[in-house]
């Protein structure tokens, strides 16, 4: 693999405060345009962060359905151009015939996630069904969210980065940031399928708002719970509700809110108030 840009660069920027003027340094993400490529053809361009590239391609294969594991990508090279990043797969031959047949090429910005959908029919497919018999309890959950919080280097100097981190067996397992919410959760199902874990067997937790194209994600990794800090939309429920998974949003380090399937969560210890 080449060498790949920085992810994060200092510029030059004037702090204005009332009357008062300061001269100074920002460090500020890098954006770059990621090329992901199947067969020598260009499938989709997302504007991402230029880190963990290849556990980007292998999750936004798997998410978007390009793949069902990831022993259907019979090689993976990331090249970087002068222009951006190239993500260039080639897959095994049956996949690579359905893919010709729903083939779409994309322009996809960092907060973009159904750009280039060439029909409604297309943007509300439903989400894979989730099955599992998890549960766990509020506080864990609480301290999920709290180690996300606590590792996200990128975003720690940057103040303008996503995360995505994964929690089982009480620790989390692996955690991927990127200017977009939805390239974050990319790379972490990337990363996770690498390192063989059962998307079935933690939780997912968000840096962001809980959208339907992320819900539609974490679907296709099998995971059972999503947990956001910001906001659901109402899709996003309706979708969840739809194919079993647990939502819980405005996720703190001592409050939540369940919107769907709340079976799964143990709340032996909280007074439920009418």
């Known amino acids: 693999m080449d060498q790949l840009p920085p992810t994060f660069i200092n510029v030059d920027r004037l702090l204005v405060r009332h009357d008062c003027v300061s001269s100074g340094m920002r460090t500020i993400p890098e954006e770059t345009p990621i090329a992901l490529t199947y067969g020598h053809s ?21 998410t978007e359905r390009i793949i069902e594991n990831v022993a ?15 993500a260039r797969m080639s897959l095994l031959s049956n996949r690579d015939e359905q ?13 973009c996630g159904l750009c280039g959908i060439e029909s409604l029919d297309a943007a509300v ?17 609480f301290r999920s969210v709290k ?14 980065a996503h995360a995505a981190g994964f929690w089982s ?17 990319d790379k972490l199902a990337g990363a996770l399928a690498r390192m063989k874990v059962d998307g079935a067997s ?30 659901p939309t109402a899709f996003a429920l309706r979708a969840a509700e739809l194919c079993g998974m647990t939502a819980i949003a405005v996720a703190r380090d001592d409050s939540l809110e369940v919107f769907t399937h709340a079976h ?5 210890s909280a007074h439920v108030a009418g």
């Open 42 to 62: 260009t499938y989709a361009v997302m504007m991402g962060t230029p880190a963990d590239v290849e556990d980007f391609a292998i999750g936004f294969s798997l």
């Open 72 to 86: 259907e990508i019979s090689a993976l090279e990331v090249v970087t151009l002068p222009q951006g990043i190239e």
């Open 99 to 111: 893919l010709v047949s729903r083939r779409r090429r994309i322009m996809g910005p960092g907060g």
């Open 125 to 141: 497919v439903p989400p894979a069904p989730v099955a599992s018999p998890m549960h766990i309890s509020t506080e864990t959950i």
């Open 147 to 160: 180690s996300l919080r606590d590792v996200q280097t990128l975003n720690e100097r940057t103040h303008a």
């Open 169 to 185: 067996n009480d620790r989390l397992v692996a955690v991927r940031e990127d200017v977009g919410r939805h390239n974050a959760l």
């Open 202 to 231: 933690g939780i997912l937790i968000l840096s962001s708002r809980l959208s339907i194209e992320l819900v539609q994600k974490a679907a296709a990794i099998g995971c059972p719970v999503i947990v956001a800090v910001s906001a």
């Open 264 to 268: 799964r969560i143990e709340m032996a």
